[in-house]
Every structure is written in C-alpha cells, then in structure tokens.
C-alpha cells in the first residue's frame, strides 16, 4: 500500500530538525554566506544530532538504528529549509560514511566507520564532479591502472565538500571499463588539494578541487573489495539526497514569499489579492509538493534494495528545475527587494543555481 502521510517517528524527526533548522541554522545562514565559511561551534553542534553515527552499528561504534532514506530526505529537507549549505555540512560525514557501510568490506568498515562515532566532528568526502562542461560522474575522466598490488589514480576532481579538513576521500575512477571508487587518504603522495572554491551560491559550504597525480594506493584502498563496489548505486543515494535539499530551500521561498505578499501593499491592496502574484505563488506551491512525491519514491525504492536509477533522475531533474523556477519567481513576487540582501531571497536564487548543477554533496 503507498501512503503518502508520514510514520509517527517521521514526524518526529521532522518536527525536531525543523526546530534545529529553526533555532541554529536560519539565524547564521546569511552570516555564512558573506563570510564564505561554517562556524566550528555549529559543526559541533550538528555532530551531536547523530545524523552519521546513529546509522553505523554499535560493532563499529554507532547507535545501530535502522537506515531510512526516506526519514532521512524528510530530515534533510527541513535542514534545507533553513539553509542548503549548512544542512549539507551537517550532513557531509554520511558521504563517504554510508558508502563504506552499504558496500565496504569487513575490513574496510572495521577501518573507516568508527571515524565517525567519535565525540568530535570528523568527515571524509565523496570526489564524484569533475571539471569541464561535458563532465558526467558516471563516466569519469580520473583513470585507474593496476600496477602489481597497488592501483595509479590519476586526474582531476573538483566541488568537494570540505576538501580542506576530510580525512579521507572516496575517489571515482574509471578502471578499464568499470567505474570504481577508491579510498584515498589526504596525506596520500601526489594528491594536491586546491584553496577552497569560490562560488556562485553555498558560499558558506567549502568545497575544494582535488588533483591526483599517479596517486598510488594499495589493493585494499578498493572499495567493495575484489569485486568492487556499485558506485551508481552511490550516486543514486547522493543525487536523491540533492534532490531534498532543493526541496527544502524551495520551500523555504515559498514559505518567505507568502506573508510578503500579503503584507506589501501596491496600489491600496495587497499585492497577493493581484491574479499574476497568487496564481504564481499557487504555482510554486502546487511544484514543491510534485518535488517532494519524486524525491520520497526516488528514496523509498532505494531503501527497498530495487532498481531505482529511472526515479532517481527524475526526482533530481525535476528538483533542480523547478527549485531554480521557484527561487526566480520568488525574487520577482518581492520585485526590488528581490535583489537586496536584507532579504534572503537572493541568496536562495544564488544556491538553486548552484544546486543544480552539482554532484556528490550529500548523501541520505
């Protein structure tokens, strides 16, 4: 049966990190984006949630709780909703610490998962985007050869989220005609990590570009093992998580867009009592709620374990359209103050933009 209401324990996790969203992340998302920067304090305060460790098990040093994607795109959303680029901070470590947790080895989860269970904030990061206007993750330029029991990596990466403080990365490569990922360490001989990337919108977000020159790593550096590891299956998770931060901040617009016009006054009416202004805002209403039923199937079929690459790019196509259409049409229902920074609007514009044409920032 398909239900289209949430548990009680989704409500739950709504309710509280909409109040989190509410509480530390609106109030200094403006104050990031100027500063092109996340306070340490909130990295703190967001580790103390659980979002990453909560879904390791206790073996590894987690609390074991069972993986949702579907709870967990509901969460992100209402982290969007205060800001894109402080929910996906929060939200980082699970990047490389899901991958190795769906399709690590014994070994590898022995290794890398209690990383993320500490007391402090740590995180490693996913190098999936590439350089170039023809770039596509799934098909990666970076190459991989063998070279006795070490494999070369060789290439460039670029948007990867804090580049400048992750432990480790999860590399994309094409191996002969496989696409594989790799774990690289950040201290790993010819790995070259750029000044932080200076950006349309997520100014507050640092990303870094990478360049692997014959990166040499040893055979267990593979993730999955010998047999490798379905690395689709990590983008789907990536780009459905995407998709949800879109969500929120579409909402947020919306949400923003709503009480200004029925406050500002144009020629002696509100200018929502104006036919163009509310049907554009019911407009805007009617695309979020389609974003957010594309966004829960994409994460309900890869919750189940079925072939979920078709709902995936629909869900991800779709957001990144209609969050760019949505935070336009909000700039022109606020008309002047569309473009002053008074306003968070503007900024909104700037990250769906942004958004849309990225890869690997997150994962649910």
Same mark, same amino acid.
């Given at each position: 049966m398909i239900s289209f209401?949430?548990? *009680? =324990?989704?409500? +739950?996790?709504r309710d509280a990190m909409r109040e989190f969203a509410a509480d530390a992340i609106r109030p200094i998302a403006r104050e990031c984006d100027e500063a092109g920067a996340i306070p340490d304090d909130f990295l =703190?305060?967001? /580790?103390? +949630?659980?979002l990453t460790s909560t879904q390791i098990p206790e073996a590894f040093g987690g609390a074991g709780e069972e993986r949702a994607m579907v709870t967990n795109a509901i969460l992100l959303e209402e982290l969007a909703h205060g800001d894109a680029s402080l929910a996906i901070a929060a939200m980082a470590p699970s990047l490389f610490a899901n991958a190795i947790l769906d399709q690590g080895t014994d070994e590898q989860k022995q290794t890398y998962l209690p990383l993320f269970c500490g007391g402090s904030?740590?995180?490693? $990061?996913?190098? %999936? $985007?590439? !350089?170039? !206007?023809? %770039?596509?993750? $799934?098909? !990666?330029r970076t190459r991989a050869e063998t070279k006795g029991d070490s494999f070369v990596l060789s290439?460039?990466?670029?948007?990867?989220?804090?580049?400048d403080r992750a432990s480790h990365f999860l590399v994309t490569a094409a191996l002969g005609d496989d696409l594989a990922a790799f774990i690289v360490p950040r201290d790993a001989s010819g790995l070259r990590i750029s000044d932080p990337e200076k950006k349309m919108g997520l100014r507050g977000l640092v990303t870094t570009a990478l360049e692997l020159e014959r990166v040499e790593v040893g055979r267990d550096a593979l993730l999955g093992g010998p047999e490798g590891a379905d690395v689709l299956q990590i983008l789907n998770v990536s780009r459905t998580a995407l998709a949800a931060v879109m969500l929120g901040l579409s909402r947020a617009v919306l949400e923003?867009?709503?009480?200004?016009?029925?406050d500002r006054v144009a020629f002696d009416e509100p200018i929502a009592k104006k036919q163009s202004i509310a049907f554009r805002l019911a407009e805007m209403h009617i695309e979020q709620h389609a974003t957010r039923m594309l966004? /829960?199937? %994409?994460?309900? +079929?890869? *919750?189940?374990? =079925?072939?979920?690459?078709? %709902?995936? /790019?629909?869900?991800r196509s779709y957001a990144a359209e209609k969050s760019m259409w949505i935070a336009d049409n909000g700039v022109q229902v606020l008309g002047g103050h569309g473009f002053i920074r008074e306003h968070p609007v503007e900024m909104w514009f700037r990250d769906a933009r942004t958004l849309g044409v990225l890869e690997g920032m997150v994962a649910i």
């Open positions: 209401g949430m548990s *009680e =324990e989704q409500e +739950l996790v =703190e305060t967001a /580790w103390t +949630l659980g904030f740590a995180t490693g $990061s996913l190098a %999936a $985007s590439e !350089p170039g !206007p023809l %770039a596509d993750a $799934s098909r !990666p290439g460039r990466k670029t948007m990867v989220v804090f580049g923003y867009c709503v009480p200004y016009a029925k966004v /829960w199937r %994409a994460a309900s +079929l890869l *919750e189940h374990g =079925e072939d979920a690459t078709k %709902a995936v /790019w629909q869900a």
